[in-house]
């Protein structure tokens, strides 16, 4: 199709402000959607808002899109808070600059609670609003439902017969469609030979304490707070070591740098974290505009995808509940024959006895892990 030897058919990815994890979440899903009704897989981005091409290489396909941004002006500042935005919109409707009559359509999925039912349920060729006859289909998603296309009717078989499964789905589009670049891998390197250490028990942590550490500061934030997330891992070590382990490492992922730094201070050199660099939102424009500009874009979401990649290579991950950044690295992981989840509350649960006996705040056994179809709902989804 983009060598022009195939009738033009696109599905346009318009990479939605706000969190790394809900730009991937909706991408991979809607890699799905071009798979199926054979059109060729386009991002496109805008302003200082960050592309995929910032922190990956593409392996396959070529897909970055060159449209001018009045095709797809409406699908833009499609969250509450961020700069231009302009309100709730139609899911659908006329595209305000269209080249040629009836060549686009669209189909804004920010926050769609439909989503999961369509995805699951129809053919793709009869999506939602979008005419499948459209040259052009521009879509903007922050929601992931790779797993819900499993058992869709019309297109989960497919899937079977390649072998796949609904675990993976996310995971497979991924790898399909992103390799790190040098500036990512650059990133990741100093954590690299600890998670490549097939002889360690690798436990991933999240820890999300709010975008008020981007505009307030990383003032007032102590891991003491967040015990609950390590007494989770240390249950889950006590569970899972095997004699064939030679050392336990929790990967500690948190926008507070204070958190990582005591972390590694109260649970010593098990915690391998970075201590030295803060976090940045990659929506600079609302959350560091003093120092808003294409590089810093481009170094934030660098680190962000970086944190994804090295949660991905754990075997456990123990989560902050509320937000997809690390689901994104638990789905990556490939860890797909048993749950491997936990997520956890923001705040630590209020302690209650049973017989005079305090039971824990949390519990992080192997039959707590959250379920695969269950987690596929939470937050971003997969």
Known sequence: ILRGARPRRFAVVVIPERGTADQLSGALTLFYYALFTDRALQFVSYGL?????????????????????????????????????????????????????????????????????????????????????????????NRGRSFMIFGNPTHGPSLRRLGLRAELLARCAFQFLFTPNAGTLAKMKPFLPALSDRSALRIGIQVRVGDSVFTAGDHGFHASAFAHFFHCAAEIERSRLRPWHTRVVWYLASDSLSIRREARRLYGEKVVTDTTSPAVHVDCASHNASTCNPGSVREAYQGAVADILLLSMAEYHVLTDTGGFGQMGAWLSGEADHPHTYLLPHDLPPTTSSGGRPVPPVRCGPEDAVPFEKLSLVWSGK
Do not use: C
């Open 49 to 141: 808002n960050p592309h995929f091409g910032m922190a990956f290489d593409s392996p396959f396909i070529d897909w970055m899109g060159k449209f001018p941004e009045q095709r797809f002006q409406h699908l833009k500042f499609s969250y509450d808070g961020v700069a231009g935005y302009t309100g709730r919109r139609q899911p659908s409707g006329a595209t305000p600059s269209d080249p040629e009559p009836h060549s686009d359509t669209w189909w804004y999925l920010i926050n769609d609670d439909d989503a999961p039912d369509l995805f699951g349920r129809h053919s793709f060729r009869n999506l939602g609003p979008l005419n499948d006859s459209s040259p052009y289909a521009f879509l903007t998603s």
